[in-house]
């Protein structure tokens, strides 16, 4: 018995020790450690390697690995196979950036549960000696960054490992260099973690392309988006009903009905409110595409979906429909989007007097140029209110606008940027814009603001809110504010926001947005009698300043 007792206890030690490491848990420690090492380690950041090659050769390496020790002999061999680390005196060196740590954290490496103490202190050593010079694969221009010597391996699946690139890649994009990680729904760690076995899983073109699409949402930024045809066919489709809509209150609303090449005549109307599409509602078919487009917050992603929900790949979609008391149900046949004719959009004013009187002026901030400035302003400065439409993307209006209207120099919102000397830090910076002006604009600053006033449009909000007479109008914006990286994964259009932006106090405006000093969204029963009911509140508004 005491024999049987001690070979137990012997196998439960050696078993201990073993300590059995799931295909999950492997390959995201691969995932850290490569990543890691592409932006810490000098010989690594300077491009002597081919680094998806190592990657490659790992991911092999790892199919005959199965515990903790063998994990940590691979790390260890690989890392003193990089060449000598040389100590850095400047790495521990302070500067005078005031940091921004949220989206700082390289505890990973001290997890006892997959890393040894000598592969720890490895990783740690190289942190704080880590590569200080031009990086390889990170270049800088201006105030942003951008990704480069990037290898492209297409956008078909050609492999697992090909996958688990790509994967790989992108989660670590955002563990160093996007600023708003701290904020997505999701941890970051669990992403990778729940992301990896959905990889493993690939094994054709569109699940590649939707797997990438689940991850990029993963970011929850309006910025971010992945631009595939594979996605825009089998997802939504290349048909089409042929009808202008907006949304309110969970439904559409068709405001024209567009005519075809084939001169059919539409069983749907101006007015007609469909709420529900194929046996779904709206909030049913938005919840059910969510989880592929990024966004900001909830209506974020309504914006950015509701585009794409009359589309089809079959000849005809069943809606049903509210019209004039009556609910209907009606199939409706969709067309390519080649055979839809729309009419040209008519040219709109730049800016105008919305009243007789002349009291009243009206700035579209889409279309007006910096240089219409200066005849705008001169236009429009006599009237004792102006309303600035942001409910579009203004033209890089922002600093010169603010110097006609501010009246003194003024702190509008702080930037955080990435480090490059410390991958995952991120510093801050104040921005100032306006100018000592005793000649500024003395009236009320109206501005109206929706779910489509985002990044710039939000910051230049931001700056007019500077204005003492400033009121915003409308709903909460898109929340996705700061300059984007654009780049490429899998050898598709992507990008997610670069800068952090925030109020001069640090409050956020990522996934937030702009809140309005008056509420007011669109009604159902307001744009079926045509109605802009943001500028009609402003309007009110305005009369009670009088």
């Known amino acids: ?299 974020g992603k309504v914006s950015k979906i509701k585009e794409k929900l009359l589309f089809s790949n079959n000849d005809s979609i069943s809606v049903k429909i509210e019209r004039e008391g009556q609910n209907l149900e009606i199939k409706t046949r969709t067309y390519l989007t080649k055979d839809i004719i729309h009419e040209k959009i008519p040219v709109l004013k730049k800016w105008k007097f919305m009243d007789n009187e002349k009291k009243i002026g009206y700035v579209n901030m889409g279309i007006t140029e910096k240089e219409d400035l200066d005849e705008m302003y001169s236009s429009l400065k006599s009237a004792k209110s102006i309303i600035f439409d942001l409910r579009n993307y203004p033209r890089q209006t922002i600093i010169p606008l603010s110097h006609l209207l501010l009246p003194n120099l003024s702190v509008y919102y702080q930037f955080t940027f990435p480090d490059t000397s410390y991958p995952g830090k991120f510093y801050s910076r104040e921005n100032v814009t306006g100018r000592k002006n005793p000649e500024y604009y003395k009236g009320n600053v109206i501005v109206l603001v929706d779910e489509n006033t985002q990044s710039q449009a939000e910051t230049t909000a931001m700056m007019l809110k500077q204005h003492p007479k400033a009121k915003i109008i409308g709903s909460n914006t898109s929340g996705a504010n700061g300059d984007v990286i654009v780049f490429k994964i899998a050898d598709l259009n992507t990008r997610f926001t670069g800068l952090g932006a925030y109020y001069p106090d640090g409050r956020e405006t990522q996934r937030i947005g702009i809140i309005p000093d008056i509420l007011i969204k669109p009604s159902i029963e307001g744009i079926k009698n045509g109605k802009d009911e943001v500028l009609e509140k402003a309007l009110e508004y305005i009369k009670t300043t009088d």
């Not at 790495?91 to 103490?117: M, P």
């Not at 996958?163 to 992403?191: A, G």
């Open 1 to 299: 018995m005491r024999k049987h007792s001690l070979f137990l206890l012997l196998l439960l030690s050696l078993n201990f020790s073993a300590q059995m490491i799931t295909e999950t848990q492997k390959l995201e420690s691969l995932c850290r450690v490569w990543g890691f090492l592409k932006y810490y380690h000098p010989h690594v950041a300077k491009g002597n390697l081919n680094w998806d090659k190592e990657l490659f050769q790992k991911i092999n390496e790892l199919e005959n690995i199965n515990d903790k020790e063998s994990l940590n002999n691979l790390y260890s061999e690989w890392i003193e196979s990089l060449g000598e680390v040389p100590r850095c005196k400047e790495c521990s060196v302070k500067d005078q950036k005031v940091y921004f740590l949220k989206n700082f954290d390289l505890r990973w490496i001290d997890n006892s549960q997959i890393f040894s103490d000598d592969v720890s202190q490895s990783l740690r050593y190289i942190e704080n000696n880590r590569n200080l010079e031009d990086n390889h694969y990170i270049g800088k221009s201006g105030r942003k960054i951008y990704f480069r010597n990037e290898k492209s391996y297409g956008s078909k699946f050609t492999s697992k490992r090909n996958s688990l690139l790509e994967l790989f890649r992108y989660w670590n994009y955002v563990e160093y260099f996007f600023p708003y990680k701290y904020e997505t729904d999701q941890n970051w760690n669990d992403v990778l973690t729940e992301m990896i076995p959905k990889f493993l899983m690939i094994d054709n073109d569109e699940n590649f392309h939707l797997a990438l699409a689940e991850l990029v949402t993963k970011t929850d930024d309006s910025h971010a988006y992945i631009s595939s045809k594979e996605i825009q066919l089998n997802l939504y489709g290349q048909r089409k009903i042929p009808v202008e809509y907006s949304y309110a209150e969970g439904k559409l609303v068709i405001t024209k009905i567009n005519t075809t090449r084939s001169r059919h005549k539409s069983p749907l109307h101006p007015g007609d409110v469909i709420y529900d599409i194929e046996g779904k509602t709206i909030p049913q078919v938005i919840n059910s595409l969510g989880k592929y487009v990024p966004a900001s917050n909830s209506w």
